[in-house]
């Protein structure tokens, strides 16, 4: 050993290397790594070398301080001061903390051709200053609050939105925004936000239909609406559609209209602008999502029938009489465009044996014929549907045998019974001399033994429940032999539903789990292991999880893994896995994000410590419904842990309860992380529809509320 400390110490002396000796090249692909703020207040000033090259054309033409939760006023005012001839795209979406003082140093920057400004606080004055200042600029993105007022523009600031060629609102407020004076746009994003709550929605949407022949989309290529639920914002997109219906844009290649729940009647301008996309010349679809009420057969089939769009939405438009997923494979053209699909609830029809009324099975044989004719798909969503496996005796042709022929597949959601190999065993059937492994489903009634202090073991199998395990565990690894490269994975259960839902009440009762969903447990999760690039995972309702051996053994081989959501594993009534979570959160170094989600879940000291191991950790959100938590073990934590910028937890307890540990943490670290987003409140009181309307619109949609994200938005794109 000595003589090898001496080797290395010659070696130092002789051939030492300072960051000075790294090609320019090298230095400029590490510096992109590291904040943009960071690199002007502090990284610069280390040497004359990086201040050159903190100043590089590459580092300082797009700023991007999306998440960058640790920006400062002082530090992104200094940041623009000293960049402002340099930037051409700036995006600070989601920057919530930062004040509206800020964006007056925007005005510095004349070379900005893109925008983004979602969730920032800009007041109509503000905004006049920053167009007029602006003359480049093409791409804006804004949020359109209560007392927003058109007419409060400068004549500088409405020419500069008539030169607009992308814009993205997202409304809170039912208004028209600024679309009324942008005549050149080709692409308008729309997130509809508006709170059912608005006292005078009904006289302003009166104003709105007078100014309907306002807005100019004779040039759009792209149109898109994403609504929150409720009436009014139901409401406010007829109105944006019923310009179509004057005058139908020629060349559109985008449609992705989302509306939550009942769909209103389908508006005369759809079919319009499916015809217009249909009837294009040398143009080509690119996506197309419409609600369920508004595709059919006919409407999908046309646009098809002049090419295959990149990005296909086809999340729960499954009807009696229409299976979308035959139209597509009927349809006689080249798929092999398509990239991202969504199949989410979309399949054959009711299942037989359904645990609930209109859940539906999986169209299995389509599916496979999906991978065949699809071999570049990278983003794919099956869940919420049913498969339950059956073969001809001495075949297998299980769904994870075809799936894995999708070899450039990077995002994947699966309903948990698609991992299961098996039909689920008969209740009354007992074998004492086998193994009792996770995926039986009376092992939740066996009673573990204790002697004195329990300490968390891997279980390890052998014997005949080895091989039992090693045959359940087939169809998985076939799956993943295929699809090395995951990047997301989602495994929920068909019919699962989050118990804090958008603006209704909380779900008092969670629904029954698939049966076949039983036989999937840890062995399945163990297996998971193997996507050595996961880094985002989404696990919900699994009820053969009981012990949580799988889910140390996945983390453990998933060491990169930034995003993790369970929901609901095994037993909801006591949570037998806590043991193997806390240990396996012992092992997550690079989590970034924790969205735990149980009906009795006790957020003790224990669980806080083990959480302080995740030292990325910056999101954490708890729901339980019947839950507790420790108010110390929640402050120390948060007191230790510097990265965490946000803690939403929704659990029991008294409404003073939950209000003192908000306002402690509020008052003792709001100085130091001005970004900081805390709310605690009970799960269950009448009041949590307006605490959510409350919270960051980017905190709610990425983690607070559940929901599957795979193929949900066309981001390639």
Known sequence: ?????????????????????????????????????????????????????????????????HKEYTATNEAVKHLLKELSSHIQTLNVSGCYWLAGSMLDQVTRCK?????????????PARLSRLLSSLQCLRSLALDVGPGFDLQQLSAEGKAALARLHDLKQTLLTPSYGV????????????????????????????????????????????????????????????????????????????????????APPRPVAVTALT??????????????????????????????????????????????????????????????PLRSLNLRGCGRGALPESCSKGEEEMDAESVKALTVSCPHL??????????????PAGQDGHLCGALGRLAHLRSLALPVCALAQRPPAAAHVTDSSTHLSSDSLLLGLKKNRRIGLPTYQPEVVGGQGGEREEAATTCVRSLLKGCLHLVELELIGAGFLSAMPRNEPAIRKDPAACHWACQVGDGQLASLGSLKFLRKLTLAHLPGVLKGTGLLQLVQGCKDLQVLSLANLGSLKTVNYTQALMEALKHCTQLRELRLEQPYFNA?????????????????????????????????FMQSCAEVIMCHMFMGGTLVACKTLQKTL???????????????????????GRVIREMPLCHLDEITLFKSRVAEEPTML
């Open 1 to 65: 050993m000595d003589g090898q400390i001496e080797a290395a110490q010659c070696c130092s002396d002789t051939a030492s290397v300072t960051i000075s000796d790294f090609s320019d090249e090298i230095l400029l692909n590490i510096l992109r790594y590291v904040p943009s703020h960071d690199l002007v207040t502090n990284v610069s000033r280390v040497c004359r070398k990086l201040r050159t090259l903190c100043l590089d054309k590459s580092l300082t033409a797009h700023i991007h301080l």
């Open 111 to 123: 070379s900005m051709v893109q925008l983004d400004l979602s969730g920032c606080r800009v007041t």
């Open 179 to 262: 679309v009324p004076c942008c005549s050149a746009l080709r692409s308008l994003r729309l997130y509809l936000e508006a709170s059912e709550g608005w006292q005078e929605a009904g006289g302003h949407a009166q104003l709105m239909v007078g100014q309907s022949s306002v807005p100019h989309y004779q040039n759009l290529r792209w149109f898109s609406a994403r609504l929150a639920p409720g009436e009014v914002n139901r409401t406010l997109l007829a109105l944006y559609l019923a310009v179509f219906s004057m005058r139908v844009p020629e060349g559109l290649t985008g449609l992705v209209l989302f509306v939550p729940g009942l």
């Open 275 to 336: 015809e217009s996309m249909a009837s294009s010349s040398g143009s080509k679809v690119r996506a197309l999502q419409l609600p369920r009420t508004w595709l059919d057969g006919t409407v999908l089939g046309r646009v098809l029938a002049h090419g295959c769009p990149a990005y296909l939405n086809l999340s729960r438009c499954s009807a009696p009489g229409f299976n979308p997923l035959h139209v597509l494979l009927a349809a006689g053209r080249d798929l092999s």
């Open 378 to 391: 990278t983003h794919l969503n099956l869940s919420a549907t049913h498969y339950h496996h059956s073969a």
């Open 604 to 636: 003790n000291a224990a669980f806080f410590e083990a959480l302080g191991s995740c030292r990325c950790l910056r999101r954490l959100c708890l729901v339980s419904r019947h839950g507790t938590f420790l108010p110390t073990a929640v402050v120390n």
């Open 666 to 688: 509020l008052d003792s670290l709001s100085t130091s992380r001005p970004a900081l987003s805390v709310v605690v409140y009970p799960l269950l009181h009448e009041d949590l």
